[in-house]
């Protein structure tokens, strides 16, 4: 009897302590990420946007609205669109984060066709999205991004 109770005690408090597992900054970043990927893949803009701050801007010059446009471009030049991210690091405070990772971004046209299948664009892109803390959700207020694995420009070739 005595070690029955014993058992029962120790089984609450697993269950107790697993319960009382706080979400750390790093793994809210992640889930932002991947809520930010199953977005993509669904062309949910409103979703996407909603995570990236009305004052955005990254190196390239690119602003909130200029992101808002890439997407729309991206999306209807291409009705069909995968993302796989391998890897994902994530360096957190409580104020502010950095996630980087690589992605496997492909895209396909819209037909029923066998040529549908296979992907018209395929690219393997290295990001550094930096986050910040706003009323108590992460978001997006810079990005770098380039291409992998593409070759130089040579000197007379364009």
Known sequence: MKRTIIIILLCAFAVYAASCHREIPQDKIRKTVTTIQQAVEQKDVKTI??????????????????IKGLLLAYFY???????????????????????????VLT??????????????????????????????????????????????ESPGRQ
């Open 107 to 152: 895209g396909r046209g819209g037909s029923d066709s066998a040529a549908a299948i296979l992907p018209e664009s395929l690219g393997v892109y290295a990001f550094e999205v930096a986050f910040r803390k706003e009323s108590g959700e992460w978001i997006i207020y810079s990005a770098t991004w380039e291409r992998l694995g593409d070759a130089p």
């Open 49 to 66: 946007i909603g995570f990236i701050a009305k004052n955005y801007s990254d190196p390239r010059g690119n602003s909130y609205e200029t």
């Open 77 to 103: 030049r291409y009705p069909k669109i995968s993302v796989y991210i391998p890897t994902l690091d994530v360096i957190a405070d409580e104020a502010s984060a950095k996630a980087v990772f690589q992605a």
